[in-house]
C-alpha cells in the first residue's frame, strides 16, 4: 500500500525533449509538492498545491508546469528539457498548508539529460 | 529568510559508536522541526520531530532535542549501526512558509 507514488522512477531523455512525472497519493491529504534534489542532495521546493490550487511556486522556469487534476494527483510537465534539469524529483504529500504537518515522499523520479 | 544549517559530511563511525548531527536553524516564527532520513536510492522518510520548545522527538534510538536558546536540533544515537548509513536531512517549517531542508549529512557505518 504505497503512500506517495511516482512514475516513472527513471527517465533518460535528449535535450529538448518534454517529459512528465506522475504522482499519486492515497493519504487522503490536502496538499502536495513538488522538490528537487541536486547532485549534491540539496533539496528545493519547487510547487505546492492545496487542494487542486497553486499555493507556492517558486523561482522555477516556466519550462516547468505542475497540474493537478485532482487533490490526489499533482503532475509536473517539463518542456524543452535541458542539461541542467537532470536530478531526482521528489513528489510529497501533507494534510494541511505548509505548516506544521509532517510530509510524506515518494520515491523519487530520477531525470537524466543527454 | 528562513533557514537551517547542518554540520557538512560525510561523517564515517565505526559500529556502536555515538553519532552527533548538529542542526541550527533561524528563529523567526515558531518552527517545527524535523529530521529526515534518505537510504540509498529511496526517498525521504520522517525520522523524528519535536514542535515547541523543549520537545524532544525520538524514533530507532535517535533522539534530538528542541532548543530554542540555542536554536538548536541536534540529532544524536547512542549506538550506530551499518543500517544507519543514509543522508540524514534537519528541516524547519513555520505557519505557511515551505518546508525548508538544512544540504544534508552522509553518514556511513561500517563494521
Known amino acids: 500500500d504505497t503512500a506517495v507514488s511516482q512514475t516513472p522512477k527513471y527517465l533518460v531523455t535528449q535535450m529538448g525533449n518534454d517529459k512528465s512525472i506522475k504522482c499519486e497519493q492515497n493519504?487522503?491529504?490536502?496538499?502536495m509538492y513538488w522538490y528537487k534534489q541536486d547532485s549534491k542532495k540539496f533539496l528545493k521546493i519547487m510547487f505546492s498545491y492545496n487542494n487542486k490550487e497553486l499555493i507556492i511556486n517558486e523561482t522555477v522556469p516556466n519550462r516547468f508546469s505542475p497540474k493537478s487534476p485532482d487533490k490526489a494527483h499533482l503532475n509536473l510537465h517539463i518542456n524543452s528539457l535541458e542539461l541542467g534539469d537532470s536530478a531526482v524529483y521528489f513528489c510529497?504529500?501533507?494534510?494541511?498548508?505548509?505548516?506544521?504537518?509532517?510530509?510524506?515522499f515518494g520515491p523519487g523520479t530520477r531525470l537524466l539529460v543527454l | 529568510g528562513d533557514s537551517v544549517t547542518q554540520m557538512e559530511g560525510p561523517v564515517t563511525l565505526s559500529e556502536e559508536a555515538f553519532l552527533t548531527i548538529n542542526c541550527t536553524y533561524t528563529?523567526?516564527?515558531?518552527?517545527?522541526l524535523f529530521w529526515y532520513v534518505q537510504y540509498p536510492g529511496e526517498g525521504l522518510q520522517l525520522l523524528l520531530k519535536?514542535?515547541?520548545?523543549?520537545d524532544k522527538g525520538s524514533n530507532k534510538g535517535f533522539e534530538a532535542t528542541y532548543r530554542k536558546e540555542t536554536t538548536s536540533f541536534h540529532l544524536e544515537k547512542g549506538s550506530v549501526q551499518v543500517s544507519d548509513s543514509a543522508v540524514y536531512f534537519c528541516a524547519r517549517v513555520s505557519g505557511n512558509t515551505p518546508l525548508v531542508f538544512g544540504k544534508g549529512t552522509r553518514l556511513s557505518v561500517i563494521a
Open positions: 528563529a523567526t516564527g515558531y518552527p517545527s
Open positions: 519535536a514542535t515547541k520548545a523543549d
Open positions: 510529497a504529500s501533507s494534510q494541511a498548508g505548509a505548516g506544521q504537518e509532517t510530509q510524506y
Open positions: 493519504l487522503g491529504h490536502d496538499t
